[in-house]
């Protein structure tokens, strides 16, 4: 792994110190799940504009999603 330093403001500190405390788990394994759900949920949105702004995408509506996964 690689370490990385940044700064944190002191009110997100003290956010990530109550939850580490509740949650029994370190400061670093919060911050990092933090930082991976960001990741895959910038991705997702990502992928989502760009199928918006596609002009050649398909648009499928919520009934024929839902018979695609009665299948």
Known sequence: MILTAFRLPESLVREVN???KKLQRT???I???ALET???EYADCQIAIDRLNDSQDEIISSEEIR???AK
């Open 18 to 20: 109550s939850i580490s």
């Open 67 to 69: 018979g695609l996964i």
């Open 27 to 29: 400061k670093t394994f």
């Open 31 to 33: 911050i990092r799940k």
């Open 38 to 40: 960001y990741v895959k």
